[in-house]
C-alpha cells in the first residue's frame, strides 16, 4: 500500500512536469508524427537508433552489404548513407516503392534494389540474441558436464533453466509428441528459449534490446519453415497416408477434395504459426508505443490534458508491460507446443490395439484445438 | 504491407543465426542437460529406493533390538533374583556357622575358666595348709611349755578329730 501510494506520487509528480518541459518544445515543434514513429520501430533500418538529444543523435551504424547485379558486392557502413548521401552509386530511398531501402540508381534514372543482405538493426539484434541464447544453454550445459548426478541440484541461472527445460519437456514436448519425443527436444527447446529470448529482449526499451525482432515476419517464417520441415521430413507413413487417401468415403477422395483440403493444412498450420507469433509480438510492440506517444500526441492540447493523458499512459503503458512479459512467455509455449502437437501427429501409427493406443491421439487432438 | 513482406537480407540472416543456434544447442547444448537431467531423476530415484529400504531394515533392526533388550531385561531379573537368594543362603550359612563357633569358643573359655579356679582353689588350700602348720607352729612353740595346757590341747584335739563332731571346714 505504501509502495503504491509512492508510486501513485511519483506518477502525479512527473505528470506535473512534463507539461512544464514540453511546453517549450512545443514552440519549436510540429505535432510529432506518431504513425511513422511506430512504424519506424517494427520496421527495420540501417541504423541502431540509441539516443536522441535535442541537439546530437546518438546510433550505432550497421554493416551495409548488398550485391547488385550492375556493380557486384558492395560492403561498407551505414554512417555513410545518413541524411540521404550516396555513396558508390547507393542511397536509401526516401519515397516511392523501396521507402527507407538502399537503392542503386539505373542508368535510365530508375531505382533497382539490389539484392541486399545488410546486418540491419533487426538483424544485428538477432544475432546478438542468439550469441546471449548460445551463451545462456551452453554455461548451464558446462555446468552439467562439470557435476554428476550424485552431485547437489543446480542453484542460480542453473536452478532457473532446468526448471524451464522439465517444464518444456515434462509439461509439452513428452506428452504432446509422444513416445519418440526425445528426437524432437532439442529442436522443440531450440525454438522455446531462441523465441523467449527474442521477445524478451524485445521488450528491453532500450539498447541492445527493444528490437522488434521475433515481431518481424521473416523470423516467424524461418521459425515456422523449422516446424514444417520437423513435422514433414519425419512424418510416418501413415501420416502421409491419411492425407493422401484418407479414410473417408470414396467419392471424396475420387474427386480430390479431401486430399486436397489435407494437403492444404500441411501449408496452414505452420502459416498460423508464423503468423500467430508475429502478429502478438507486433502488436504488443505497437501498442506500448503507441501509448507512450500518447504523451507526445496531446502536448499541443494544453497543459491539463497532457498531463492527465501522461498518468494515463503511464499506468497503461506498465499494464501493457506486465500484459506483454505474460505474452512474450505465452507465445514462445504456444509456438513450442503446438509445433510439438503438428509433430506429435504426424508420428502416429495406425491404431493397432485401440485399448492402449486410442487415448493418446485424443489428447493430442484435444490440446491442439484448446491451444488453437 | 511492408511489415508483412519478408526482406531477403533477415531471411538470410534468420536462417544462419537460427541454423547455427539450432546446430550448436542440438548438439553440444539440449542433449548434455537432458541427459544430466534425467540421471539425476534416475539416482534420485534410486536413492528414494535406497531410503525406504534402510527405513524397512531399520524398522526390523529396531523391533530386534527392543527384542533382545526384553530377553536382557527378563535374564537380568531372573539374576537378581538368583544372587538374591543366594546372599540369603550365605548369610545365613555364615550366621550359622558363626553361631556354632562362638558356642565352640564360650565353652573352651568355660572350661579354661573352670580349670583354671581348681588350679587357684588347689593353690590356696596348699597356701592355708602351709599358713595353719606354720600358724600352728607358732602356737605350739608358745603353749607347749605349759603341761596343763599340753594335755587340754590334745584332748581338745581328739575330740575335733573324732568324726561325729567335727566341725572342720570344706574348701567350699
Redesign the interface.
Known sequence: MKLLKTFLKIVLLAALLVPAGTLRAQETEQDPDIKQIV?GH???SYEWHILSTSDSEWSLPLPV?VHSPASGWHCFSAARLREGAEYEGLRIASEGEYAGKIVERQDDGSDLRP??????K??AA??LN?LL??WM??S??RW??R?K??DR?PKGFVGL??ML??EI?DGVIEPCVGPRY?KF???L??AF??ILVNNLMGLIPFFPGGANVSG????T???AL?TFLAVNIFGSKHYWKDILWPDVPVWLKAFPLMPLIEFVGIFTKPFALMIRLFANL?AGHAVILSLTCVIFATVSMGAAINGSMTVVSVLFTIFMYCLELLVAFIQAYVFTMLSAVFIGLAQEEPEKEPETEAPQPLENSKTATIKQ | M??????????????L??G???V??????????????E??R??IDSALDAAREAERKCATLETRSREIVDQAEVRRNEILREADAQRKQILADARQKAEAEGQQMLEKARRQAESERAAILGDAKREIAALAVAITERMLREDLRDRDAQTQLASRLMDELDPKNRKTWTPD
Open positions: 512504424l517494427l520496421g527495420d552489404i539484392l541486399d543482405l545488410s546486418l540491419t533487426t538483424a538477432l544475432v542468439c541464447l548460445l544453454v551452453m548451464a550445459a552439467y558436464r557435476n548426478a550424485t541440484a533453466f532446468e527445460v522439465t519437456v526425445r527436444a532439442p529442436y527447446l531450440t528459449f531462441f518481424n515476419i521473416a523470423v517464417f524461418i521459425l523449422a507486433m | 511492408g511489415l508483412l513482406q519478408p526482406e531477403s537480407g533477415l531471411l538470410f540472416w534468420m536462417t543465426a537460427f547455427v543456434v539450432f550448436v544447442l542440438a548438439r553440444y547444448g539440449f542433449p548434455v542437460i537432458l541427459r544430466a537431467i540421471s539425476r534416475e539416482y
